[in-house]
């Protein structure tokens, strides 16, 4: 939204002065402003990964290309890359696909802007008219590829996404009120742009805090009214008048505007390599507090020693010293090119060994209990290893057919463990598994038969629990005599509120269902109950999590 206003009025007032479009010069202008900084970040951190992490230097190869070429949106999507899902460390560049948008835009806005203005002959109304009508498609594009379940195509896709840009080059074009000689702008009563600045805020604080990540509403319709909610505060802010403009320019909040690029490339990187508890034994408290402290220094670092310099022309100074060194006669002309070309050619060095070495690194090997290697049905009613512990009511028919459990990554993690400790038993767990998910699972396992007096459901990792989803599966398993639902431990918002929905869930159909409360017996497991991830299971965890179930499957 802000970068479309931002173009777009900088774009205009080029074609109103000029009427054309410098598209060679706005070029250069984002190149120097984008690319020295992305590219000294995806070196360091690249080559922190060599040095420390060469484990998953394979896993981030793709990323960094994507990176470097401005199609990271795309290349997630292709690899089918969820951005809601993700439990082990997460790529250091994964967060750039909104730059990989914004360049894309950049590509390809002036000459489409310039057509608008020629075709519509100059007419504002017109031009305005033909970026909605481009909204509205971005608009629709979200509301018809919007499937449910992980919303990360919707999410990271550039034409789902373009319409927050459209509206904010819309806004551009028709209201630019800071442009104009005071006596010539449009006047506003102070109260109504303050009024206004204090709703869009207020709405967006309360998008931040209630939208939810998988929910429908967040995607329809509440991403457009976020965008739209953003460009009636870019409208006040922008009038000289109002009050949030003076805010805005106070010296702090002018001091984090200018390093705001450098805060946005390098905190991903740094609160990816700094998890508490994972990477470092720490609070998450302190965890905080140095992540802050370390991003807000490598920023004012990027900032001052790269951006502004290369932003006033430092590389090309550095060329035409090399070039006049290479023309003055005598040994000090020379040494000085021979200075210059050597550090050149050990940084070109250094970049092709980092560059060869993130190309010939081997992909992660899966570990034996790693969720990615296990989706789908995990086990079958192979009979080996009987453990009896369903006691039949006396003179009634034993149905021999196996417990079954329903689950997600977090159940595939503990397949061995599940097979050894019940022996008989079927696993219906798959990566990334949404709740609905499971329950289509469950209904086609019941129409083949397969459901017997145990069910063992654990969803609710991936996104959030309904209670008419606990209500729907008693409903599918009317004659089942257990069902235990696992709650979630899991590092994300819907946490609490799914184990609310199931504790709540099984209030309302005690009798046949128990809840396992996994948030709370974990801490009753072995030590290094999960792997690295904090989420799933090792070895140990596993042994104790199928112990737990084991235990409340009894009738």
């Given at each position: 939204?802000?970068?479309?206003?931002?173009?777009?009025?900088?774009?205009?007032?080029?074609?109103?002065?000029?009427?054309?479009?410098?598209?060679?010069?706005?070029?250069?202008?984002?190149?120097?402003?984008?690319?020295?900084?992305?590219?000294?970040?995806?070196?360091?951190?690249?080559?922190?990964?060599?040095?420390?992490?060469?484990?998953?230097?394979?896993?981030?190869?793709?990323?960094?290309?994507?990176?470097?070429?401005?199609t990271?949106?795309?290349?997630?999507v292709?690899?089918?890359?969820?951005?809601?899902?993700?439990?082990?460390?997460?790529?250091?560049?994964?967060?750039?696909?909104?730059?990989?948008?914004?360049?894309?835009?950049?590509?390809?806005?002036?000459?489409?802007?310039?057509?608008?203005?020629?075709?519509?002959?100059?007419?504002?109304?017109?031009?305005?008219?033909?970026i909605?009508?481009?909204?509205?498609?971005?608009?629709?594009?979200?509301?018809?590829?919007?499937?449910?379940?992980?919303?990360?195509?919707?999410?990271?896709?550039?034409?789902?996404?373009?319409?927050?840009?459209?509206?904010?080059?819309?806004?551009?074009?028709?209201?630019?009120?800071?442009?104009?000689?005071?006596?010539?702008?449009?006047?506003?009563?102070?109260?109504?742009l303050?009024?206004?600045?204090?709703?869009?805020?207020?709405?967006?604080?309360?998008?931040?805090?209630?939208?939810?990540?998988?929910?429908?509403?967040?995607?329809?319709?509440?991403?457009?009214l976020?965008?739209?909610?953003?460009?009636?505060?870019?409208?006040?802010?922008?009038?000289?008048?109002?009050r949030?403009?003076?805010?805005?320019?106070?010296?702090?909040?002018?001091w984090?505007?200018?390093?705001?690029?450098?805060?946005?490339?390098?905190?991903?990187?740094?609160?990816?390599?700094?998890?508490?508890?994972?990477?470092?034994?720490?609070?998450?408290?302190?965890a905080?507090?140095?992540?802050?402290?370390?991003?807000?220094?490598?920023?004012?670092?990027?900032?001052?020693?790269?951006?502004?310099?290369?932003?006033?022309?430092?590389?090309?100074?550095?060329?035409?010293?090399?070039?006049?060194?290479?023309?003055?006669?005598?040994?000090?002309?020379?040494?000085?090119?021979?200075?210059?070309?050597?550090?050149?050619?050990?940084?070109?060095?250094?970049?092709?060994?980092?560059?060869?070495?993130?190309?010939?690194?081997?992909?992660?090997?899966?570990?034996?209990?790693?969720?990615?290697?296990?989706?789908?049905?995990?086990?079958?009613?192979?009979?080996?290893?009987?453990?009896?512990?369903?006691?039949?009511?006396?003179?009634?028919?034993?149905?021999?057919?196996?417990?079954?459990?329903?689950?997600?990554?977090?159940m595939?993690?503990?397949?061995?463990?599940?097979?050894?400790?019940?022996?008989?038993?079927?696993?219906?767990?798959?990566?990334?598994?949404?709740?609905?998910?499971?329950?289509?699972?469950?209904?086609?396992?019941?129409?083949?038969?397969?459901?017997?007096?145990?069910?063992?459901?654990?969803l609710g990792?991936?996104?959030?629990w309904l209670?008419?989803?606990?209500?729907?599966?008693?409903?599918?398993?009317?004659?089942?005599?257990?069902?235990?639902?696992?709650?979630?431990?899991?590092?994300r918002?819907?946490?609490?509120?799914?184990?609310?929905?199931?504790?709540?869930?099984?209030q309302?159909?005690?009798?046949?269902?128990?809840?396992?409360?996994?948030?709370?017996?974990?801490?009753?497991?072995?030590?290094?109950?999960?792997?690295?991830?904090?989420?799933?299971?090792?070895?140990?965890?596993?042994?104790?999590?199928?112990?737990?179930?084991?235990?409340?499957?009894?009738?």
């Open positions: 939204m802000l970068s479309g206003y931002l173009i777009t009025s900088l774009l205009w007032s080029e074609l109103r002065n000029t009427n054309r479009v410098a598209i060679g010069t706005f070029l250069k202008r984002r190149a120097r402003r984008l690319f020295p900084a992305l590219f000294v970040m995806l070196a360091l951190v690249s080559t922190a990964f060599v040095l420390w992490y060469p484990g998953e230097v394979g896993r981030i190869r793709g990323d960094v290309a994507a990176a470097a070429t401005y990271s949106n795309w290349y997630l292709g690899t089918d890359h969820s951005y809601f899902t993700t439990f082990a460390r997460p790529s250091p560049f994964a967060h750039l696909w909104s730059l990989a948008i914004e360049e894309q835009f950049y590509l390809l806005w002036p000459p489409a802007l310039f057509l608008m203005w020629t075709v519509a002959r100059r007419r504002a109304k017109r031009v305005v008219a033909a909605a009508a481009g909204a509205a498609g971005s608009v629709a594009a979200l509301f018809l590829l919007y499937a449910g379940g992980d919303p990360s195509r919707v999410y990271y896709g550039t034409d789902t996404r373009a319409a927050g840009l459209l509206i904010g080059a819309a806004l551009a074009v028709i209201w630019r009120p800071f442009a104009k000689p005071e006596q010539d702008r449009p006047r506003v009563p102070r109260w109504a303050d009024g206004a600045t204090v709703a869009a805020l207020a709405f967006l604080v309360f998008a931040f805090m209630r939208f939810d990540d998988l929910s429908s509403f967040t995607y329809r319709p509440g991403l457009l976020v965008a739209l909610a953003t460009a009636i505060l870019i409208g006040a802010a922008v009038h000289p008048d109002a949030i403009a003076k805010m805005l320019g106070t010296a702090p909040l002018r984090l505007g200018k390093r705001s690029y450098s805060v946005y490339i390098w905190y991903f990187p740094v609160f990816v390599l700094t998890r508490p508890g994972v990477d470092y034994d720490i609070t998450i408290g302190t905080f507090a140095m992540r802050i402290a370390a991003t807000l220094t490598l920023a004012e670092l990027s900032y001052r020693f790269i951006e502004e310099p290369v932003r006033h022309g430092a590389l090309g100074r550095l060329f035409d010293r090399i070039r006049q060194s290479l023309r003055t006669p005598g040994g000090v002309g020379q040494r000085t090119a021979l200075r210059l070309a050597g550090t050149a050619g050990i940084v070109s060095l250094l970049l092709v060994s980092l560059t060869a070495t993130i190309l010939e690194a081997p992909a992660p090997i899966a570990e034996a209990a790693d969720p990615s290697s296990l989706v789908g049905v995990l086990d079958q009613d192979d009979g080996t290893n009987p453990m009896v512990f369903v006691l039949p009511t006396p003179n009634a028919p034993v149905d021999v057919r196996p417990p079954v459990a329903i689950g997600d990554s977090v595939t993690s503990a397949r061995p463990a599940l097979r050894d400790r019940f022996g008989r038993i079927l696993i219906d767990a798959a990566v990334a598994r949404q709740v609905k998910d499971g329950i289509a699972a469950l209904e086609r396992l019941k129409s083949e038969g397969r459901i017997g007096r145990v069910v063992i459901i654990h990792n991936n996104g959030r209670a008419a989803q606990v209500d729907r599966i008693m409903r599918i398993l009317s004659g089942v005599e257990r069902v235990v639902f696992v709650n979630v431990r899991v590092p918002r819907w946490e609490a509120s799914n184990n609310q929905t199931l504790a709540a869930g099984v309302r159909h005690a009798g046949r269902a128990v809840l396992l409360n996994w948030k709370k017996l974990w801490r009753t497991c072995p030590a290094k109950t999960f792997g690295k991830d904090g989420t799933h299971l090792s070895a140990t965890g596993a042994r104790c999590y199928s112990r737990l179930i084991a235990n409340a499957s009894v009738i």
